[in-house]
């Protein structure tokens, strides 16, 4: 059983930055891809950003690209999420996922992804 447990998320100010950080427990972490997605109040999961198994592409919403930076670490199971010049739309609850099955692509639609994290909520003040 792969587990992903998120964890960095707070409460911050229009301009701040946030470090979010998805550790992986089971499986074998450096064969999978990861992405960060996000649910703010009444509206549907969305694609934030993912990184592909070895690292070598990563992939960016347009609301991240610029701002966020997705990375991994394989020593440590763990993918990071950088978040710069937070805005308050990006106030949500964000989410890890783990592709264990699927082919390769769609990246950014969360019906590829096989785990999720419980989620850590960030919240961003004006």
């Known amino acids: 059983q792969v587990q992903p447990i998120e964890s960095g998320g707070g409460l911050v100010q229009a301009g701040d930055s946030l470090r979010l950080t998805c550790k992986t427990s089971g499986g074998t972490f450096s064969r999978y891809g990861m992405g960060w997605f996000r649910q703010a109040p009444g509206q549907e999961r969305t694609f934030v950003a993912a990184?592909?198994?070895?690292?070598?592409?990563?992939y960016y919403a347009d609301s991240a690209r610029g701002r966020f930076t997705i990375s991994r670490e394989h020593a440590e199971n763990t993918v990071y999420l950088q978040m710069n010049s937070l805005k308050p739309e990006d106030t949500a609850v964000y989410y890890c996922g783990v592709r264990v099955y699927g082919p390769d692509g769609n990246y950014d639609r969360a019906v590829g992804y096989d785990y999720w994290g419980q989620g850590t909520q960030v919240t961003v003040s004006s």
């Open positions: 990184i592909t198994w070895n690292g070598a592409r990563t």
